[in-house]
């Protein structure tokens, strides 16, 4: 059972995980069209034909001579790339989450988008509030589910029956992370 298990765990954590490889794809293309440039620049230069962009020797020299530009300049330029570098640090070391959440059993792994759960909250929540399911707006992140009811004009809105109807359905899903609700009630359209 427990290879079974961990078996699941894998199959769940890549259903709710994306991967980094568009980001890097990207780059790698970007470096690819870099060192073609390059390369190209330099075969030019030995050939002694005009450079495309910037002839190696006056790109060399450029750097050399950058000591000579202000500094205010050269301290924005290391603070753009720095942060340039510590982005592409975070995004290769962070995990990219989809909007999906999981419920793994000894038998089964069920994933289930944000958009379903917000969907079946929202007819449990009208049901419960005794408000029209149009009234109703879900929406579900990584550990809330927020219930938006917009409240019929004459009518009592019992908030804490829609928050503990919704509590009580999300513990019915078991998904982990598990979910907790909350219900904000809108008048800004009663008498309306």
């Keep these: 059972m427990s290879h079974h298990r961990s078996t699941y765990q894998r199959i769940a954590r890549r259903e709710t995980h994306s991967p980094r490889s568009v980001l890097a794809i990207l780059l790698a293309v970007l470096l690819v069209i870099v060192a073609v440039w390059a390369i190209t ?37 290391g603070i753009v790339l720095l942060i340039g570098g510590l982005l592409l640090i975070v995004a290769a070391l962070t995990a990219g989450r989809r909007a999906r959440h999981v419920n793994i059993t000894d038998r089964a792994v069920t994933v289930v988008d944000n958009d379903v759960i917000a969907s079946a909250l929202a007819r449990h929540a009208s049901y419960a509030g005794g408000t029209s399911p149009d009234n109703t707006v879900v929406s579900v992140s990584h550990r809330r589910a927020v219930v938006e009811v917009t409240a019929t004009s004459g009518r009592a809105t019992p908030s804490e029956a829609i928050l503990d109807a919704v509590n ?20 800004s359209k009663v008498g309306a």
Excluded: C, H
């Design 41 to 77: 620049e330099i075969v030019l230069a030995m050939l002694s034909r005009p450079a495309l962009l910037v002839a190696p020797a006056d790109a060399s020299q450029s750097l050399v001579d950058a000591s000579a530009l202000p500094v205010g300049a050269l301290i924005a330029a």
């Design 168 to 187: 009580e359905q999300l513990r019915t899903y078991g998904f982990t992370p598990a979910l907790k609700g909350k219900v904000d009630i809108n008048r």
